[in-house]
């Protein structure tokens, strides 16, 4: 059984300020997320990692790295498959800029199901290869503990793909920047939930 901690990224300025940041945005952590940081990589000091994998984005790229420091420097795999959703043409746009929200647009399932943002993604996008990436930890690590840190609809995703929901589920759950949440998966790809949202740790946090 491999034991995955998911960490979704520390805040940037635009998550406080709710503007959209998917896979085309690579927005620096403000003072808070760097506070976050701090206490995520305190939570983690103890665990027995033995592989960090990340979304190249600079600020999941960052947040695992001080996570690393304090596991003698281990190096930090970047892997393209979890960066965050691709958003398309409203990459950078306010949220309330999108009539109801990124997540209801997103969740808004046609007949031909789950619909793709213009230019860019769908969530069934974002858990197809982000399951790919557990299912190769799952082999390279399958009695270990490793950790992704990733994005809002990455860790979303996931957690649905892990709890045999739909990805409209995802409107249903509240993800802190900066949280942690932890899987087991075995070797036939099942799976279990054993933390979500993990961030009593932090100083402050903010949702997506």
Partial sequence: MT????ARHAETEWNRIRRIQGGG??????????????????????????TIVSSPLGR???????????????????EPDLREIDAGELEGKAVAEVGGGLGLLLTAVTENGLPRLPGGESL???????????????????DGE??????????LSLICRVLGLEESSIRKFRLNTGSLSVVEVDQ???????????????VDSHPW
């Fill in 3 to 6: 034991r995955i901690f998911i």
């Fill in 25 to 50: 945005s690579d927005t620096p952590l403000n003072e808070t997320g760097l506070r976050q940081v701090k206490c995520l990589a305190g939570r983690l000091a103890t665990e027995k990692l033995e």
């Fill in 188 to 202: 036939n790809g099942n799976a279990k939930l054993v933390v979500f949202n993990e961030s009593c740790f932090q």
């Fill in 60 to 78: 999941a790229r960052v947040t695992a790295e001080a996570i690393a420091t304090e596991h003698g420097h281990m190096p930090v795999e970047l």
């Fill in 124 to 142: 069934a996008d974002v858990r197809e290869r982000a399951w790919r990436v557990v299912q190769t930890l799952t082999n390279r690590f399958p």
């Fill in 146 to 155: 490793v950790l992704i840190v990733t994005h809002y609809f990455v860790v």
